[in-house]
């Protein structure tokens, strides 16, 4: 039964539900570097939608095995609006000189946005399994263990494909030129991507705030940087809903 009281036997307050003082110890800086608040949050507040993401993506996955495309679809705009969110979330980061980034970029070597685990749970989950950034990873047991299960289980696209070979395996051309009989199908696929092309927006984005930052200076996990990011800037969850379009 839920109660009013904290475990202390307290009565509950803003603080104590939300555990406010305890997320406002998280921060600690290693330089002393005024702007170091801002990019330590900037990247904790990305990881707590990140969380969110994840929780909305799972229940997408499984309304979409129940058969549910109107819950799916639900779960999707809220996907889709948070990473909006997260694409302009970039800006605040920009606020910030590249001197004064510098101060700073030292000291957090050789840990990196690369080793974001919960990022690859989402391309995992998605649908973009890549195994090679298992091995590339600097996690805990747990984390690896996570990434393991994202792995191996069935991702949103997974869930679609099974989807429509439940609805007698219409292609996407049916789908698409048929929307009398496939309407539900097609907001569904308008629907994944909108989550497709608003990832693809914060990859271009977020290479762009690195070439503001850095130019063409390696990465502090060791890559080239954004030379190594633009290459990743064509990576698709569901690269048939792009396809789709030229056969149209
Ligand atoms: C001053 C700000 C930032 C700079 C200069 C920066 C720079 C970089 C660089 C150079 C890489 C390539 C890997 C490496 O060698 O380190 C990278 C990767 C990455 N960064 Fe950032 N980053 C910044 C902010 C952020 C933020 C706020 C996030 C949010 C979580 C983030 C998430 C990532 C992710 C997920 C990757 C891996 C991308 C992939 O492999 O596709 N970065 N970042």
Request: glycine share 6%; proline share 3%; net charge negative.
């Amino acid at each position: 039964m839920s109660s009013r009281f904290g475990e202390e036997g307290r009565k509950l307050s803003y603080g104590s539900y939300l555990k406010v003082p305890e997320l406002l110890q998280l921060q600690q800086g290693l330089s002393g570097e005024h702007d170091e608040l801002l990019f330590i949050v900037a990247h904790q507040a990305y990881e707590l939608w990140f969380k969110v993401v994840l929780d909305e993506l799972e229940a997408t996955r499984d309304r979409i095995d129940a058969d549910d495309i109107f819950f799916a679809r639900h779960h999707l705009r809220r996907v889709y609006v948070i990473e909006k969110l997260l694409v302009e979330q970039i800006e605040v980061l920009e606020t910030m000189s590249p001197q004064d980034f510098l101060a700073f970029r030292a000291n957090l070597a050789p840990a990196s946005g690369f080793q974001s685990v919960q990022f690859r749970e989402i391309e995992f989950l998605s649908g973009l399994k890549e195994p090679k950034y298992l091995a590339r990873l600097e996690a805990t047991p747990e984390e690896v263990e996570r990434l393991q299960r994202r792995l191996h289980e069935p991702s949103v696209a997974d869930a679609f494909h099974a989807l429509v070979a439940r609805r007698g395996s219409p292609s996407l051309l049916d789908i698409f030129h048929d929307r009398q009989r496939f309407g539900d199908l097609f907001d569904l696929c308008e629907a994944l991507l909108d989550h497709d092309e608003t990832f693809a927006h914060w990859r271009a984005r977020h290479v762009l705030m690195v070439e503001r930052q850095i130019g063409s200076k390696q990465g502090t996990g060791g890559s080239s940087g954004a030379q190594y990011l633009r290459s990743t800037l064509g990576k698709r969850f569901f690269p048939e809903l792009w396809e789709v379009r030229s056969q149209l």
